[in-house]
């Protein structure tokens, strides 16, 4: 499960790796995308609401570019991700729902450098809805016993664009899957050619770390949360 905060943050951050899971691995790949991405433009023609519409069928595309079998789109406002109940539910169920192995998110955490508040929000709330929420049915338990949804602990977290990488993954034959997600976002990336060399510039820098041609890094969590039977009593 890929929970990133706008329309195209993922695909740049670990859409080499999906891409390589999903098709060699036959990974089942859920992307949540938490913002609408309303604001992601510097066109003051265009209104907010459709500009949401384009980057919606833009994600969809790029998704399946990666080779995710289903993206579910949250609807909050672009810069407007809040640590709410409302966030931490919606997070919850999707685990639950789809009771995935591996989380990947933004890392929420930096000492060097600074980044937008919506990924923050979106790592921070991914990684508590995984390790504090989801698995117990005594949050949010209407989903338990009115959905019929079941609890879940899910075992690691793969955090991209952190400052300290502690694992990597040889995304070598999979640039042009990157690429082309991210090329999916047409109305953010007006210069094709730039940004596939970009991509190619940043898994060689990163493979380098790695002694790899090319490569995406990532810092792991890994929950040890355990399955004590009593979590599951009220499923």
Same mark, same amino acid.
């Given at each position: ?15 080499g790796?999906?891409? =390589?899971? !999903?098709?060699? +691995?036959?990974?089942? &790949?859920?992307?949540v995308l938490?913002?609408?991405? *309303?604001? $992601?433009?510097? #066109? ?15 994600? =969809?595309? !790029?998704?399946e +570019?990666?080779?995710? &079998?289903?993206?579910?789109m949250?609807?909050?406002? *672009?810069? $407007?991700?809040? #640590? ?14 789809h009771q995935?192995?591996?989380?990947f ?12 508040? *919506?990924?923050?929000?979106?790592g ?10 989801a698995?117990?049915y ?43 997600a991210?090329?999916?976002h047409?109305s953010?990336?007006?210069d094709?050619?730039g ?13 380098k ?17 355990g399955?004590p ?7």
């Open positions: 499960m890929v929970v990133t905060p706008h329309p195209d943050d993922c695909e740049g951050g670990c859409g790796t999906l891409s =390589r899971w !999903a098709r060699e +691995a036959g990974t089942q &790949v859920l992307v938490c913002t609408n991405g *309303d604001k $992601g433009t510097s #066109d003051r023609q265009i209104a907010p609401g459709r500009l949401a519409e384009i980057r919606a069928a833009e994600q =969809r595309a !790029a998704s +570019a990666m080779g995710a &079998v289903e993206t579910v949250l609807g909050h406002p *672009d810069g $407007g991700l809040e #640590d709410s109940l409302l966030f931490r539910s919606q997070l919850v169920r999707e685990i639950r729902r995935p192995d591996v989380l998110c933004i890392d929420p955490y930096r000492s060097v450098s600074h980044t937008h508040r *919506d990924h923050r929000m979106s921070q709330v991914a990684l508590d809805a995984a390790f504090t929420y698995w117990s005594l949050h949010f338990s209407e989903q338990i016993t009115a959905e019929g949804l079941r609890p879940h602990s899910v075992g690691e977290a793969y955090l991209w664009g952190s400052e300290a990488p502690d694992v990597y993954v040889d995304i070598g034959g999979y640039l042009e899957h990157k690429a082309a991210l090329l999916s047409v953010q990336f007006p094709p050619a940004r596939r060399e970009r991509v190619a510039t940043g898994a060689t820098e990163t493979g770390t790695a002694g790899l041609p090319y490569a995406e890094g990532f810092r792991r969590i890994r929950f040890d949360l399955t039977a009593w979590r599951y009593l009220h499923t």
